[in-house]
């Protein structure tokens, strides 16, 4: 099955400085790749994802990178806010079947941005 | 957008009793939906995927009679805690599909077994 893996675990940022965080997954089916925003006690909100025919996508201060020979994908966020402090998921699945398939995510990292 | 609604949000419950949880699909119809277990500061773990009108696939090492999971309609699916241990307190969420590529997650149940 698929393997994501996540890093840093942990990242804590100056306001305004970038925080990038890096995921490898191991089943080179996958082709969709999404990230999550988790607060605390909070359900995982979807903050940007891409498909593996596309290599970088940007939305406002948020971009994710996937590189498919290498088999990993990057967020970044730029111009970091405290209320960008949070966890951050990503995630794998294949392509999506008939009856609907599984997502696999990474470890987590836990962002603090330091006002 | 796509909702999916999730009850109770808390639930406390005494060792040995059952506890049931559900997960609507709001404005759209969820031919499978997946039950995630959360440990605090830990990844979502997938614990079993839903699938209306058959059978749940239970990942492996989660007891099936255990979690109990019955999805009898395009719009809900349900998740019984059975026999309740203060080992089975976790945050519990679910996701549905909602097209290609599309999930969405429910709000989350924090249950306390006492």
């Known amino acids: 099955g698929e393997n994501v893996e996540q890093h840093p675990s942990t990242l804590s940022v100056q306001e305004g400085d970038s925080a990038v965080i890096k995921c490898t997954y191991s089943d080179s089916a996958s082709n969709y790749f999404p990230w999550y925003k988790q607060e605390l006690g909070k359900r995982p909100q979807l903050i940007i994802d891409i498909r593996s025919n596309v290599g970088e996508k940007k939305d406002q201060r948020i971009a994710v990178t996937l590189n498919k020979t290498a088999k990993h994908f990057s967020l970044h966020i730029t111009e970091t806010q405290p209320e960008d402090s949070a966890v951050y998921f990503c995630?794998?699945?294949?392509?999506?079947?008939?009856?609907?398939?599984?997502?696999?995510f990474g470890g987590g990292t836990r962002v603090l941005v330091k006002p | 957008g796509a909702v999916v609604s999730q009850h109770p949000s808390r639930v406390i419950c005494k060792s040995g009793t059952s506890v049931k949880i559900e997960c609507r699909s709001l404005?759209?119809?969820?031919?499978?939906m997946f039950w995630y277990r959360q440990f605090p500061k830990k990844s979502l773990m997938l614990m079993a995927t839903s699938n209306e009108g058959s059978k749940a696939t239970y990942e492996q090492g989660v007891e099936k009679d255990k979690f109990l999971i019955n999805h009898a309609s395009l719009t809900l699916s349900t998740l019984t805690v059975t026999s309740a241990h203060p080992e089975d307190s976790s945050f519990y969420i679910c996701?549905?599909?909602?097209?290609?590529?599309?999930?969405?997650f429910g709000s989350g149940t924090r249950l306390t077994v006492v």
């Open positions: 995630a794998a699945t294949p392509p999506l079947k008939a009856a609907g398939n599984k997502l696999t």
């Open positions: 404005d759209f119809q969820a031919t499978t």
């Open positions: 996701s549905a599909t909602t097209g290609v590529y599309g999930y969405t």
